[in-house]
Each structure stands twice: as C-alpha cells, then as structure tokens.
C-alpha cells in the first residue's frame, strides 16, 4: 500500500453561511490523525468532503490536498448505516471482502458478532460491525465520525483494537469533540467560531411532574427487561444505566407509552422524549418546523426555544433539520420541550455528542426544570446490566 498525503494549509471549509477553519498539519499513513472541534463545527461535512462524500451542493473549500488523488477512501459515519445487504454480519463483510479476510487478533467477540443477525443487532455491535468492514476493506484512508460514542467499556476496547490495527497501514482520520480519545495520533483543530463568554437562556417553563413503577416486565423478542419498583416525586431524576442492548431505550418507550408492558406505570403530567437516534424525525422538516411542533405553536415556547438554541450555536431555523449534527439535533430536541410545561422528561443517551460547554448550560438548564417540579429520567451506557440509580448525572463524567 503506498503511503498518503494529507495536507491542510490555511484550510477554510464554507456550507452557506457556515465557515469551518481548520489549522495547519501534514498527515502521513500511516497512523491516525484527529480532527477535533465543538459540535457544529463542521468536522462531519470535512470527513465527507475528503472521501467525496459531501451531499450538500453549494460547499467551498480551500487548502485542503489529498496526495495521491486516487486515494482510496472510506468513510464510517457516528450512526451505523440504516440499510444493510446481508442477513449476518459476515453476509455484509463478504460483500465488500469476498472472504478475504482475517479478524485482528483473531478476537472472539468480533467473531460473536458478525455470526449474528444484522436485525438484532443492538446499537453498539451495529457500530462494531461498520468499524470491522472499513477494517475487511483496507482503504488508504478511513475516516471515522465519533467512532467510540455511544460504545459501553467492552465494545470500545473492541473499536480501539480494530482501529489501532487499521491504522498500522492506512490513515486513519477520527472526528470528535472528546480531549481525552485515544490511541495516539497527530490533530487538527476545527475552529468555526465561539460561544459568548456569557450563555444565559431563560428559565425553563415550571411544572410539576410524577413517576411510578411498579413490577415493569417489557418482553422484545426473547428478551425480558423487569425493574421492580421506581418512584419519582416533582422535582427528582433518575438515571438508567447498562449496556448496550439492555434494554435502556425500551424501557424508556415502555414509559413513553410506545411499548407493551406488564405492569404499573402512572405518570403525571405531559412527557417529552429526546431519543437516542436523532434521526427519527421525519426528513424533510426543518428546524423551525420542529421548534414550532415541540412548543405547540405557543409563541412564547417558539421564541424561548429559537433563543436558546441561537446562543447554543444551532442558528439557521430555515435549515435542514437532517443536517444538523447529532449534538445539534439533540438540542433541537431538548430545548422546545424545557419550554412546553412537559411535566416529564426522557432523556435517552443524555447529554450523549454535546460538547463540554453545551453540557455546562443543559445540566444548569435541567436543574432549574427540576427545581420547577418536573421529572427526569435519563440512561447512560455503563454497567453490566439493567440497573436504576439516583440523580441527575454529572456533565462533567
């Protein structure tokens, strides 16, 4: 494999009125190479414009080389891919390997998942199986999009492994808002402006919120999700935690009322839900469309929401609501609910792809929703099976 080039020199990156610069480096394969920036910056919209993925027409870059200009390139993105070929996960490795491959390591668990059917597959091994394919293929440069998010301790070990041993003989480029990623790589700053100094949004909407549980079965398929007993008062938070594939998100549907269940569950008040997979909202909406759904139409939710979300970084309400990145998704989520007398909250995944100083302002947010009278339940992917802790988790985890 011969080796690649990369070179940003004074590169700029411009979508409309969005203007990504990204500092000066020279990356060699191979190796890994980390692309790091706030939520929004743009480092998505750079990955897909160096493997020629970019869907969005009136984009400009400058100072940007790929040497040689045939490189081959591959791109995995945050989320897994919602359309496979295969039936298993060694149907879709054959696909693009033809059987010419050998795990890393020869490790077990790789061997566990892709043996699996593709359909019951949880979050983090549908994540596994795209890193094993971009590995199968060999490319002379990978660019993965946050690819340790979402991935509990075991998987991202797994996704480490696989990386690291990637990286022995292509380039590989990691985009993340995270200081603290390992292995070892060279880095490239993606600066697209900041924050004010100051974020000071309004005080969420009060309200007054209660959860019980009592003798929670969920049955999906052959699994059998049970918590005994959960009762939230106004103005407490919950967190649970396992996982992937413990059944976190479904227990929260199950709350939602989108599940069958055997059971208690009383609720009261209006409850709001931000999914784990931001993409649920229907494509063609923009993000003022969803602000006006979240908020009712209620002007005053509207006109809080669009605030905040504007000091938050997530400004143009005529854009594409699919094209935000996934923090800003989420926040376009969260926000129109703090401010539309919601008396519950679900927050599955958390504060899950929001950059630190967004956290800062949510978790102060949130507590302020409690400290109104609402309730909060949140999940988070830690531990080794289904479990119910108290509190509001710490952005600073």
Known sequence: MAQVIIRFNNAMLRVGDHVAHISNIIAKSPGILYIRGPNGSGKTILLKTIVGLDEINEIFYTGIKVEPENTRKWFVPQEPWLITLGDIGYDELWLISHDNYTPPGNEQLIKEILAKKIGYMSYGERKILEIIKAHGIMPDIVCFDEPYSGLDEKYSRLARMIIEDLSRQALVIIATNKENVFPEGHEARVMAGSLGEVIDP?????????????????????????????????????????????????????????????????????????????????????????IDNLCKHRKECVEHSSNTLRELGVEDDDKPYVTLSDGQRRLALLIPQLFSNRSVLLLDSWLEGIDSLRRKVIYDLINQYLEGGGTVITTLPRGEELDVIEGLPSPYD
């Open 202 to 290: 309004p005080t969420p909407s009060p309200t007054s919120g209660k959860i019980i549980i009592e003798k929670l079965i969920i049955t999906r398929g052959k699994k059998r999700i049970k918590i005994r007993e959960l009762r939230l008062r106004s103005g407490e938070a919950a967190t649970i935690i396992g996982p992937n594939g413990s059944g976190k998100t479904s227990t929260l549907l199950a709350i939602a009322g989108a599940l069958k269940y055997k059971g208690r569950i009383e609720i009261k008040g209006k409850t709001g839900f931000v999914p784990d997979d931001t993409l649920l909202v229907s494509p063609g909406v923009t993000l003022r469309n969803v």
